[in-house]
């Protein structure tokens, strides 16, 4: 569309329209600086205000989202540094600067300069914390890049002489200002890295004006950080103001003092925490021992001393015999109570007396038994001597003796009593008392 | 170098936490009671053995580097 033709004649809000857009889109980004005027801050946190320098003026809002978190407090007279969009506020024919960003101006261009590379910087992710290295908690070499003359180092090696560190520090010089010091820091970060020997790098120097710590604000240095591999710390001597450098090192310290105190500090920890854990250590084995020699009493006084154990047992005994006594004692007392009763009952029978009576009767027992046996033997003597005289009076060897002969046959053996009882050749035995004879019979007779 | 002290550290720390359960037999406890001296030994060894020294760094025109005592007062 041709918007110079006058050919057409717009609206007044198609021509404000055509602006607004020509001007957004153009005007999408923008950094302004200028001194604050008609500064308004009503109750809905919206801030208004006037940019203006000696010929122009731009009003400006911060909306209340953007308005919270702001660091400072905007004042009437202030110079400021904004970034924002331009935007057209149609119902009143205004367009406004739409601000996003403010910081009380420092030094111009500089500033400006400074505030677009840290956009830039950021943008590109070189501040992220997921870059940052850790910080070692026992550097044992930490190079150092800063001025060999300047403050900086003088305030390390004191706050070294002060902790009686045994830190090894290599110092790498470099001009901390001026033409050309942004290059040779940059360069110095790289000859650590190259030279390798060091856990742990310082670059700083001590306090000044905005335009001193310049060369910590230059990309060489925030790239030449960002790049090296030895974690580094940056200190530069400036509380107030944010260098790229700070934003780009693993650690920012505030001075270059205090950044010696974080590396040495680290040290004094750890030799705390060493001895929290030998201390620890110490008291938990000597629990575990004074734990072991109580179960090792406790274990000692169930077995007890053997000695005492006899002691025990004896004084058991005694206490035993003790009681047996007691109880003998009594049964004693008891039985002896019984056997003087019994003692008494048998002394009534008098035994003595029994015995001298059945000593008597056995005595004269013995005796007539002694008389009947006697009287007896004598019985059986007499008996025996009569009985064996009528044997010997009948025994045929008395007859025999006294002359007589016994004839008998030889074949039986049988006595011959009658002579009918032989005949004549018959062959006989005749005994004598002495002796036999065989006989043959001649004749016989019958008287 | 400096990641075996924080080794030995923690392995002592490790052993002071297990003689600290108190899960241990008298001869588990004496033995871990050991290793945690050793361990400590190194990590003093460590926390001890950097020498105190002050040196400047310079670069040859080939590249390659070497040190010099630094004077301050210069």
Known sequence: MDLFTGKRILTVTQFTNLVSGILEENFDHVWI????????????????????????????????????????????????????????????????????????????????????????????????????????????????????????????????????????????????????????????????????????????????????????????????IAESKIPLISAVGHEVDITISDLAADLRAPTPSAAAELVIATKAELSEKLTTQLFRLNRVINLILRESRGEVLALCKGLRDPSSLIDTLYQKNDYLLERLNASITKQTDLRGQKLALLLGRLSA????????????????????????????????????????TALDNLSPLATLARGYSMAFRISDGRLIRDSSQITSGDHIGVQFAHGKAQCIVEQTTSD | MAEKFETSLAKLEDVVNRLESGEL??????????????????????????????????????????????????
């Open chain 1, 33 to 224: 600086e200028g001194e604050v005027s008609n500064l308004s801050t009503p109750t809905s946190g919206h801030i208004y205000f006037t940019l203006k320098d000696a010929n122009a003026q731009v009003r400006a809002v911060i909306f209340r989202a953007s308005a919270r978190i702001l660091k400072f407090k905007i004042t009437d007279g202030m110079q400021l540094i904004a970034r924002g969009r331009v935007s057209v506020f149609a119902p009143r024919g205004e367009y406004q600067l739409i601000t996003e960003y403010v910081e009380p101006k420092g030094i111009g261009a500089l500033q400006l300069s400074f505030l677009q590379l840290k956009e830039r910087l950021h943008k590109e992710g070189l501040f992220s914390e997921a870059r940052k290295k850790p910080v070692p908690r026992l550097p044992q070499r930490v190079g150092i890049v800063t001025s060999p003359t300047g403050a900086a180092i003088h305030d390390i090696l004191h706050v070294l002489d002060r902790r009686f560190s045994n830190i090894h520090l290599l110092l790498n010089p470099v001009r901390v200002q001026g033409e050309g010091a942004a290059a040779e820091i940059a360069s110095a970060i790289r000859d650590f890295n190259r030279y390798g020997k060091v856990d742990v790098i310082i670059v700083g120097r001590g306090g000044g004006s905005i335009e001193d710590l310049w060369a910590f604000n230059e990309e060489v240095v925030a790239r030449a």
């Open chain 1, 349 to 388: 029978v008098n035994p003595q007396k029994l015995v001298f009576t059945y000593g008597a009767l056995v005595q004269s027992l013995y005796l007539r038994q002694g008389r009947a046996a006697t009287n007896l033997m004598e019985r059986f003597k007499k008996s025996v001597m009569m009985k064996s």
């Open chain 2, 25 to 74: 037999t008298l001869d588990e406890a004496l033995k871990a009671f050991e290793e945690g001296v050793k361990h400590a030994a190194i990590c003093n060894k460590k926390l001890h053995e950097a020498e105190k020294k002050i040196e400047i760094l310079l670069k040859h025109k080939d590249g390659t580097f070497h040190t010099e005592p630094f004077n301050p007062s210069e």
